[in-house]
C-alpha cells in the first residue's frame, strides 16, 4: 500500500528537503528470516506470523532507503525517511491474550515500552526535524531502542542490500501496478 500511495503522489510533493516521505518500520526488521522471501513473498506455504510481519517491517525500511537512491539519482531533493515506535501498547497488542498484556502492563512492561504518545516521536521527528537527512532512520534511543527519546536508529546490513532493495522495487511495481511519473531509475 505504502508502495502504491506514494508513487501516486510522488509528483505532488515538492521538490524540497523539507518535503518528507516517511516509512513506518518497526525493530521487527531485525528479526525474522532477515530476507524477503522472494520465492513466496505472500507466504502461501509455510506460514509463520511472526517472520511474516517481521518480513513486512523489513520491506518497509527497504522501500525507504531504495527510494531515497532513486530520488537523489532523480536529482531531486525531496528526503525518504523511515522511523519505527519500538514497543506500545497499541492496536497490535490485540492479538496478544488479556492474561499475557496484564502481566507484562504491570511487570516489565515499564521497562520495555512507552504509551503511544511517546511511541509516535520518532516518526514526527523523522517528519519535521530540518537535521533529518535521507535515508535516515529514527526510532527510541533506550534500551535495545523498546522505548525512550527519539534518535537515529540501527539498520541492519540486510535493509540495506542494493540488489535486494532493486528487486524488491520491481517486485512492488509488478504487484501493485504502479507507475512511477518521475523517472526514478
Given at each position: ?31 525474522g ?29 527497504m522501500?525507504a ?6 530520488l537523489e539519482k ?34 516489565i512492561g ?36 523498546l ?39
Open positions: 500500500g505504502h508502495f502504491l500511495l506514494t508513487s501516486l503522489l510522488i509528483d505532488l510533493i515538492p521538490d524540497d528537503p523539507a518535503a518528507r516521505v516517511v516509512s513506518l518500520s518497526s525493530i521487527a526488521h531485525t528479526q528470516l532477515k530476507r524477503i522471501r522472494f520465492e513466496d513473498i505472500h507466504w502461501d506455504s509455510g506460514y509463520h506470523r511472526h517472520n511474516a510481519y517481521a518480513q513486512t517491517k523489513l520491506a518497509c525500511l522501500f532507503i531504495e527510494l531515497q537512491r532513486r532523480a536529482g531531486r531533493k525531496t528526503l525518504s525517511v523511515a522511523a519505527h515506535p519500538a514497543v506500545s501498547e497499541t492496536e497490535l497488542a490485540r492479538t496478544v491474550a488479556p492474561w499475557k498484556m496484564a502481566i507484562m502492563r504491570h511487570t515499564p521497562f520495555f515500552s512507552h504509551v503511544p504518545s511517546k511511541a509516535a516521536l520518532p516518526q514526527v521527528v523523522a517528519a519535521l526535524d530540518p537535521g533529518v537527512k535521507g535515508g535516515d532512520y529514527f526510532g527510541p534511543k533506550g534500551f535495545m531502542e522505548s525512550g527519546p527519539p534518535a537515529r536508529a540501527k539498520i541492519m546490513p540486510w535493509a540495506r542490500d542494493p540488489e535486494a532493495n532493486r528487486k524488491l522495487w520491481e517486485v512492488s511495481e509488478q504487484l501493485t501496478g504502479a507507475e512511477w511519473p518521475l523517472k526514478l531509475a
